[in-house]
């Protein structure tokens, strides 16, 4: 069963405009990860945040996490039709080391 | 540029028969999971190991699956015997603990 729930389910934007997705999960967390996966082929890891962490930063991309409300939110900002994908975030329990999937948000960027 | 390799990519089989899937972790990580991901259900943990030494198998139905890793170069996934439900695409992934985890292209499965 699946720990995490994304929202939106899909989302159509034109190109640089930004995407926020979100997701929610139910347990205690280690870490908080995003993944990307093109259509037909494998997931590639885009960015982790670890439960001491609040905001994290790389390129295009912004997550935050509020442990609080057990959610994370995944900001693309000035998008691109290459940046058309599904979008996983992925949580490590605490004292564990497997992630649990969530239901996947499906960006489509239009040029 | 190292990378999670996996065979065959797809395989097509007929119900009853066996497969056996083939991951090649990336050199040096010591942990390896194997996924299975479908429309319905999303993407599922089946299994993982780490040092080789099978960790939590809990999400894979043990009277038709196995996974082993005999050696750090080679994990393998099972199926015997098949079912048009086993029909998905299993995913391989490698990794260290409490890291990022990097996933190979896949094996697509159809069982007919």
């Known amino acids: 069963s699946q720990q995490g729930e994304e929202d939106p389910q899909a989302l159509s934007i034109q190109e640089g405009e930004n995407a926020t997705m979100n997701c929610s999960y139910k347990t205690s967390i280690n870490n908080l990860q995003w993944y990307r996966q093109n259509s037909g082929r494998g997931l590639v890891h885009l960015i982790l945040i670890r439960s001491n962490e609040r905001e994290k930063h790389s390129g295009r991309l912004r997550v935050t996490l509020d442990t609080s409300k057990k959610s994370s939110s995944l900001l693309i900002t000035a998008s691109r039709a290459a940046d058309t994908a599904s979008y996983f975030c992925?949580?490590?329990?605490?004292?564990?080391?497997?992630?649990?999937f969530g239901t996947g948000t499906r960006l489509l960027v239009s040029p | 540029d190292a990378r999670v390799t996996q065979t065959p990519r797809h395989k097509v089989t007929e119900m009853g028969q066996e497969v056996t899937m083939r991951c090649q972790p990336i050199l040096g990580h010591n942990t390896v999971f194997w996924y299975r991901q479908t429309m319905m259900q999303g993407l599922e943990l089946l299994a993982y190991?780490?040092?080789?030494?099978?960790?939590?198998d809990s999400g894979m139905p043990k009277d038709r699956f196995s996974a082993e890793m005999p050696d750090a170069t080679l994990a393998t996934l099972k199926i015997q015997p098949s079912e048009p439900r086993d029909s998905a695409v299993y995913f391989c992934?490698?990794?260290?603990?409490?890291?990022?985890?990097?996933f190979g292209p896949g094996t697509r499965l159809t069982v007919l």
């Open positions: 992934a490698s990794g260290l603990p409490r890291g990022e985890q990097f």
């Open positions: 992925a949580t490590a329990a605490t004292g564990f080391q497997k992630l649990v």
């Open positions: 190991f780490r040092n080789r030494a099978p960790l939590d």
